[in-house]
């Protein structure tokens, strides 16, 4: 089965600073990788995925990830983050085979704190 | 436009009543699935549809009935709530009927507690 690791549950940045949020996966095969924003009291929005090709993906709000797989890592980060930035970042993995009966396995997420 | 609707935002249950969270797409998307969502557990999977007619149990289904009459609704059912139900709930949607290679749009949650 699936399985994802966000290893820091907490994360202060100040505002300017770069960001980067880590996370493992395990999958026996190609895995299909996401990236989710919650704002407080609000559902999870998509900042990028990982299908195939190009391991370096762009996403919104200037957000990029690097999938490695000889580090089952797909971290995400940004070079310069705003105090819109906070909020509860998550990051999911998605069964490669096309069958995907068993929907997204999420990490328990990583809350960011951006300070003045 | 509406995307992933869900109903109600906030509900408050005594242990042993019943309730049906609603939710609807207008995106006609195959795909739809339950999620609960609990402080420091990330999202886990309760049920997800392929398409109308067809339903399956996700990880923790356990008092949590799904029906799938038609491709927009997907309800979520508790037959009698417990404590333990208490969570933030969000249904989410996605293409091509495959849960795992699509990016899920998710409602914005209901959130239920059980006294």
């Known amino acids: 089965a699936q399985s994802v690791t966000q290893p820091d549950i907490h994360i202060t940045v100040s505002e300017g600073a770069s960001l980067e949020l880590r996370c493992n996966y395990s999958?026996?095969?190609?895995?299909?990788l996401f990236w989710y924003v919650q704002s407080p009291g609000q559902g999870l929005q998509l900042l990028l995925k990982?299908?195939?090709?190009?391991?370096l993906v762009q996403g919104i709000k200037g957000f990029e990830a690097e999938f490695k797989r000889s580090q089952s890592s797909f971290n995400l980060r940004k070079p310069s983050v705003h105090w819109s930035d906070a909020a509860e970042y998550f990051c999911?993995?998605?069964?490669?085979?096309?069958?995907?009966?068993?929907?997204?396995?999420f990490g328990k997420g990583t809350h960011l704190i951006i300070q003045p | 436009n509406a995307g992933v609707t869900q109903t109600p935002k906030f509900q408050v249950l005594k242990t042993g009543q019943s309730m049906t969270l609603q939710c609807a797409q207008d995106?006609?998307?195959?795909?739809m699935s339950w999620y609960r969502q609990d402080p420091g557990m990330g999202l886990r999977l309760i049920h997800y549809s392929v398409g109308a007619g067809i339903t399956d149990q996700g990880e923790v289904p356990n008092g949590y009935n799904v029906s799938r009459s038609t491709t927009e609704d997907f309800p979520l059912r508790l037959l009698s709530a417990a404590p333990s139900q208490t969570s933030v709930y969000f249904c989410?949607?996605?293409?091509?009927?495959?849960?795992?290679?699509?990016?899920?749009?998710f409602g914005d949650g209901t959130r239920l507690s059980i006294l």
């Open positions: 989410a949607s996605s293409s091509q009927g495959a849960a795992g290679n699509q990016p899920q749009h």
């Open positions: 999911a993995v998605g069964a490669g085979s096309g069958g995907g009966a068993d929907g997204l396995t």
């Open positions: 990982y299908f195939s090709g190009d391991t």
């Open positions: 995106m006609n998307h195959e795909y």
């Open positions: 999958y026996g095969a190609t895995p299909y």
